[in-house]
């Protein structure tokens, strides 16, 4: 461990935080594979709410399967995103965040390998609700952890780039393996003394595996920062701002929210995609892997720029690739244009990540550092959870609109930077620097 934190040249308990969020993950990773095609197997009961409609009048829906996998997937996401504000300032009430990251890994974990004995959707829809919320446990408390453990701010998009980069090789491998675990499926166990084990309950045990094997190295090697102060008496996520019309942090959430909503558009649509460019479906898992090795690609030697530079230019320049990148995956017609096109988006979104972080950990104040994160990964986990929803009722006003649309809001988010949001890293820097010499 010690020598991987030389290479990274960032400190071991970040490298054990951001390995464990590997491992994690993975796991949940997993389940955006996995749980789609449980709810479409023989496994699941679902016939009996097929063809009914819920709502009111003009607002009334027909069940179909799409519609009920779509509510289990975005059920974790907006669950995960609006409790995150209170877990995060609770953790900051505490003034610790250890038992946040480990209670929430054991409620993912616990869950996933629940999922073996589920057969009614919706004991699916129950714990896939305890997931998202031991995801807004555990997050928050994550960044925040990462946030501490930066000895003066310009160390903080470092750390944050090292934590995004191993998150994001989890988030990315794990679709693959899950399609493999259940491809092989069913597994004879029988010579060790264990039954036949199908596809889909082998996931499941693999995803609830890394959860528990990311709760041993939390566990083991992961403690508190040990100069951690008690939260101050107002917690409150701040929206007006002291010198300008709008909180600079709040700007980074809502225009976090654009970002995630951005790459997430392009997620339903694989069918239309796979028309339009003539292309076969293996086209398009690159593509959609192109944001996630563009981020893994930059995340650190970004992070660490924008701790020398500034975290403003970096904002700056994601914005601004991130309108015509989401725009020209609604007008390309070429499969590898596509591709280079979400690369580009992944780039805009490199830019983005870990230097708003670490401006938002240089505007946290102290004991704070899990109420003023949160605001950012909410939003994030809510664009993402938005996105895809958007995606699937703006394409059928025409392929572009979705696109079009994402664009404009990236648009408004550069705005909102460029007029809100002012560097902050000398500031920091200056403060850390008065405060070692205390």
Do not use: K
């Not at 094997?213 to 403690?223: G, I, M, N, Q």
């Not at 003539?278 to 690609?297: D, E, K, L, R, Y």
Request: hydrophobic share 55%.
């Amino acid at each position: 461990m010690g020598s991987l934190s030389q290479i990274l040249d960032t400190d071991r308990r970040v490298i054990v935080l951001a390995l464990a969020r590997m491992v994690g993950a993975v796991g949940n990773s997993f389940l955006i594979v996995v749980l789609p095609l449980y709810v479409a197997s023989d496994l699941i009961e679902i016939d009996p709410l097929l063809g009914t409609r819920v709502g009111v009048g003009a607002a009334s829906v027909t069940v179909t399967e799409p519609l009920l996998i779509g509510i289990v997937l975005s059920l974790f996401g907006f669950l995960n995103s609006f409790s995150q504000p209170w877990t995060g300032r609770l953790s900051d009430r505490l003034a610790t965040r250890r038992p946040f990251v480990l209670g929430g890994i054991l409620l993912l974990g616990t869950a996933s390998g629940l999922y073996t004995l589920a057969s009614s959707y919706w004991i699916l829809v129950v714990l896939r609700a305890v997931q998202g919320f031991g995801a807004a446990l555990t997050i928050p408390a994550t960044v925040a952890l990462v946030n501490e453990y930066a000895g003066s701010a310009d160390q903080r998009g470092g750390n944050f780039g090292v934590f995004n980069t191993f998150r994001l090789i989890g988030f990315g491998f794990g679709p693959v393996l899950a399609g493999l675990v259940v491809d092989n499926g069913p597994y004879d166990l029988t010579a060790v003394g264990l039954p036949v084990v199908n596809g889909f309950d082998a996931a499941f045990a693999a995803a609830c595996a890394g959860a528990y094997l990311s709760f041993v190295l939390v566990y083991l090697l992961v403690h508190d920062a040990a100069d951690a102060a008690e939260a101050g008496d107002d917690l409150s996520i701040r929206v007006r701002g002291e010198d300008r019309l709008l909180d600079p942090v709040f700007v980074l959430g809502v225009a976090t929210v654009a970002m995630g909503l951005c790459i997430a558009l392009f997620a339903t649509l694989q069918t239309q995609v796979n028309l339009r460019l003539g292309q076969p479906p293996v086209w398009f898992g690159v593509q959609f892997s192109a944001v996630t090795i563009a981020n893994v690609a930059l995340q650190v030697p970004v992070g660490r720029a924008s701790d020398r530079i500034g975290r403003r230019p970096f904002l700056l320049a994601g914005f601004v690739l991130l309108v015509p990148t989401t725009l020209l995956q609604g007008v390309v017609v070429s499969s590898v244009t596509m591709t280079l096109v979400r690369l580009g988006q992944g780039v805009a979104v490199a830019f983005v990540f870990a230097p708003s972080l670490a401006l938002a950990g240089d505007l946290a104040r102290e004991g704070e550092s899990g109420t003023t994160l949160s605001v950012l990964t909410m939003g994030f986990g809510l664009g993402v959870a938005l996105g895809p929803l958007a995606s699937g009722w703006l394409v059928g006003f025409g392929f572009i609109v979705p696109f079009a649309v994402g664009a404009v809001l990236a648009l408004v988010a550069l705005a909102m930077v460029i007029t809100q949001v002012e560097e902050t890293l000398s500031t920091a820097a200056g403060s850390s620097g008065a405060a070692a010499d205390d």
